[in-house]
């Protein structure tokens, strides 16, 4: 069964549940937050970004008001491919094309339907490799510049 390590902020709470609730084929390791109370989204992506990195978990995902703040504090690690996702199409080539490993959603700007089918699309596109891998290289490159800039 696959595995997801599923965290978000205080705004995305209420759709973390949704989806959980959802998706019964899907084994969802939920690292918090745990209630509506503010809190900072940093804190669940790199617990999510973690556990990707280490293998705990085959993919992540992290949901916040808009998506924004998780996708940029999940893409700062070493590893992981974040892909904040509005549409269908954009899930599908987040992991055709980018290989993404944490998918983002925006729960105050993705109606919950969508959210869903964003999920759904996403789980069930797969990498392309080929050209798509030499770019990979080309993101895992960048990376490893970090501290040497």
């Known amino acids: 069964m696959l595995t997801i390590v599923i965290g978000s902020d205080h705004a995305g709470f209420r759709l973390k549940k949704l989806i959980i609730s959802h998706f019964k084929s899907v084994n969802f390791t939920d690292i918090?937050?745990?209630?509506?109370?503010?809190?900072?989204?940093?804190?669940?992506?790199?617990?999510?970004?973690?556990?990707?990195?280490?293998?705990e978990a085959d993919f992540g995902l992290l949901i916040c008001g808009t998506g924004i703040g998780m996708s940029i504090a999940a893409n700062k690690m070493k590893g992981i491919r974040a892909a904040l996702?509005?549409?269908?199409?954009?899930?599908?080539?987040?992991?055709?094309?980018?290989?993404?490993?944490?998918?983002?959603?925006?729960?105050?700007?993705?109606?919950d339907d969508l959210a869903l089918s964003i999920l759904e699309k996403w789980l069930a596109a797969s990498f392309e490799g080929g050209r798509h891998q030499r770019r990979i290289d080309k993101i895992s490159a960048i990376e490893d510049l970090q501290g040497r800039l």
Do not use: W
């Not at 970004?49 to 293998?55: K, Q, T, Y």
């Not at 996702?85 to 109606?111: I, P, W, Y």
């Open 32 to 55: 918090g937050t745990y209630s509506e109370e503010s809190c900072d989204y940093p804190d669940y992506a790199l617990l999510v970004g973690s556990a990707v990195i280490s293998g």
């Open 85 to 111: 996702c509005f549409n269908e199409f954009m899930a599908e080539k987040s992991r055709q094309h980018n290989n993404a490993n944490v998918l983002v959603l925006g729960a105050k700007v993705t109606d």
